[in-house]
């Protein structure tokens, strides 16, 4: 009965166009009134608590480093990086977005910033060369969703602070999978790339790769300093994040000195109102998540899924499939705050490992990021390379396939994950 109110109320209040976070408060308000408990300041008192949390500090300030990484100049010296070293093959620019992803994702923690600070930059440049626009557009979003996967990942903090899971594990277990993304990437773009007639520029010799690599050295030591930071203990996921803002403070204003005093109001703005989106629906989930418990809704879904508790694998698979529907529907920050309650626990009594069910949702509902009807990376590519979704969803599907093979893998396969973890930690 509980599961029932809240999704009928969540639901109905997000099909009539209600944002998110107040469709999230009027399933709080529908579970109270149902158990005959309705308190105003129950709701406030929540709301603020799911605010006041130490962890979700990160989120800021890693959205801050993001924005400050792009006003410096260190997106464009990662692409004339992977361009000196890939620019030369077949299908060299495509090879160029994934790198370029791959290493700009220890950089940012967001796919929507990666894929416009990326895409921005290449979509044009392949789109001059020749390449498909749609496939283009198509690779560099599939990249983009890379980024939460791979630390630091926005995401994974949403995860590690609802589901009280370790950040730092979720981060180490992130970076193999988010490799066998690239990877995957890159083995699609092959068979493409073999279509593309374009003229080849010249291999880049071993002092222009070098030179550029000195110049890009800095923007590299990023994520070296933030994992191995944190691998360390020297700090943790929160702090890391105030680190990559100052770090990236230094590297703009001082080294590159492509930053100015005068970017940083637009910066800072830009950088407040995203977090301010999240941290109100992160505020708003976590009254929910308590209205979750109070209504008893985990031990609801435990009692339907009770049949395959027993066979944690196929309760996996049951599980994926029911993320990838949500996905379609619903951004991947929220649907973490309200489903992570409620599946943790099942999870937590079938045996799985928490760590890594929190690494194969967070690919699960970033997967979601670039399908229709609610891709939000769908709709940065739309907005960058001026195309209809219908046209993008056509040059995506190979790389949104492969992507899907890969979290197959990891579900079929666990040790590509948890081996990895026992290395990193």
């Given at each position: 009965?509980?599961?029932?109110?809240?999704?009928?109320?969540?639901?109905?209040?997000?099909?009539?166009?209600?944002?998110?976070?107040?469709?999230?408060?009027?399933?709080?308000v529908?579970?109270?009134?149902?158990?005959?408990?309705?308190?105003?300041?129950?709701?406030?008192?929540?709301?603020?608590?799911?605010?006041?949390?130490?962890?979700?500090?990160?989120?800021?300030?890693?959205?801050?480093?993001?924005?400050l990484?792009?006003?410096?100049?260190?997106?464009?010296?990662?692409?004339?990086?992977?361009?000196?070293?890939?620019?030369?093959?077949?299908?060299?620019?495509?090879?160029?977005?994934?790198?370029?992803?791959?290493?700009?994702?220890?950089?940012?923690?967001?796919?929507?910033?990666?894929?416009?600070?990326?895409g921005?930059?290449?979509?044009p440049?392949?789109?001059?060369?020749?390449?498909?626009?749609?496939?283009?557009?198509?690779?560099?979003?599939?990249?983009?969703?890379?980024?939460?996967?791979?630390?630091?990942?926005?995401p994974?903090?949403?995860?590690?602070?609802v589901?009280?899971?370790?950040?730092?594990?979720?981060?180490?277990?992130?970076?193999?999978?988010?490799?066998?993304?690239?990877?995957?990437?890159?083995?699609?773009?092959?068979?493409i790339?073999?279509?593309?007639?374009?003229?080849?520029?010249?291999?880049?010799?071993?002092?222009?790769?070098?030179?550029?690599?000195?110049?890009t050295?800095?923007?590299?030591?990023?994520?070296?300093?933030?994992?191995?930071?944190?691998?360390?203990?020297?700090?943790?996921?929160?702090?890391?994040?105030?680190?990559?803002?100052?770090?990236?403070?230094?590297?703009?204003?001082?080294?590159?000195?492509?930053?100015?005093?005068?970017?940083?109001?637009?910066?800072?703005?830009?950088?407040?109102?995203?977090?301010?989106?999240?941290?109100?629906?992160?505020?708003?989930?976590?009254?929910?998540?308590?209205l979750?418990?109070?209504?008893?809704?985990?031990?609801?879904?435990?009692?339907?899924?009770?049949?395959?508790?027993?066979?944690?694998?196929?309760l996996?698979?049951?599980?994926?499939?029911?993320?990838?529907?949500?996905?379609?529907?619903?951004?991947?920050?929220?649907?973490?705050?309200?489903?992570?309650?409620?599946?943790?626990?099942?999870?937590?009594?079938?045996?799985?490992?928490?760590?890594?069910?929190?690494?194969?949702?967070?690919?699960?509902?970033?997967?979601?990021?670039?399908?229709?009807?609610?891709?939000?990376?769908?709709?940065?590519?739309?907005?960058?390379s001026?195309?209809?979704?219908?046209?993008?969803?056509?040059?995506i599907?190979?790389?949104?396939?492969?992507?899907?093979?890969?979290?197959?893998?990891?579900?079929?396969?666990?040790?590509?994950?948890?081996?990895?973890?026992e290395?990193?930690?």
């Amino acid at each position: 009965m509980a599961l029932g109110v809240f999704l009928v109320s969540l639901f109905g209040a997000l099909s009539l166009g209600v944002p998110i976070a107040f469709s999230l408060m009027i399933s709080a308000v529908a579970l109270m009134v149902m158990l005959g408990s309705f308190d105003s300041q129950i709701i406030a008192q929540n709301l603020i608590n799911g605010a006041n949390n130490f962890a979700l500090m990160a989120i800021p300030f890693f959205i801050l480093a993001g924005e400050l990484m792009n006003a410096g100049g260190i997106s464009k010296r990662v692409v004339a990086f992977a361009m000196s070293l890939v620019g030369h093959i077949r299908g060299g620019l495509g090879y160029v977005a994934i790198i370029a992803s791959v290493l700009f994702a220890g950089l940012s923690g967001s796919a929507v910033a990666d894929t416009a600070a990326l895409g921005a930059i290449l979509i044009p440049m392949m789109i001059t060369k020749g390449y498909d626009k749609a496939q283009s557009t198509g690779l560099i979003a599939a990249a983009g969703i890379i980024a939460p996967v791979i630390p630091p990942s926005i995401p994974m903090i949403i995860f590690g602070v609802v589901s009280g899971v370790s950040i730092t594990k979720l981060f180490m277990g992130g970076i193999v999978p988010g490799l066998f993304m690239g990877l995957g990437l890159a083995i699609v773009w092959t068979f493409i790339a073999r279509k593309d007639k374009s003229e080849l520029p010249p291999r880049k010799s071993v002092r222009e790769i070098l030179r550029l690599a000195k110049d890009t050295i800095w923007a590299l030591l990023l994520p070296v300093i933030i994992i191995g930071g944190i691998r360390g203990g020297i700090f943790t996921p929160t702090e890391a994040s105030v680190v990559a803002v100052f770090y990236a403070i230094l590297v703009g204003l001082f080294l590159y000195r492509e930053l100015k005093l005068a970017d940083f109001y637009e910066v800072l703005v830009t950088a407040a109102k995203t977090t301010s989106v999240v941290m109100l629906v992160a505020a708003a989930a976590m009254v929910s998540a308590w209205l979750i418990t109070v209504a008893q809704v985990p031990a609801d879904m435990a009692n339907l899924l009770g049949p395959l508790i027993e066979q944690p694998k196929l309760l996996l698979i049951l599980i994926m499939v029911l993320l990838l529907a949500i996905g379609l529907v619903m951004d991947s920050t929220p649907a973490i705050l309200i489903f992570t309650p409620v599946l943790m626990p099942i999870v937590k009594l079938a045996g799985i490992d928490p760590v890594y069910f929190g690494i194969l949702m967070v690919i699960n509902l970033c997967i979601g990021l670039i399908t229709p009807p609610v891709g939000t990376v769908l709709y940065v590519g739309c907005g960058i390379s001026k195309i209809d979704i219908i046209t993008l969803v056509k040059g995506i599907w190979p790389f949104l396939l492969i992507h899907l093979v890969i979290l197959i893998l990891l579900v079929l396969f666990p040790s590509l994950v948890l081996v990895p973890i026992e290395w990193f930690t």
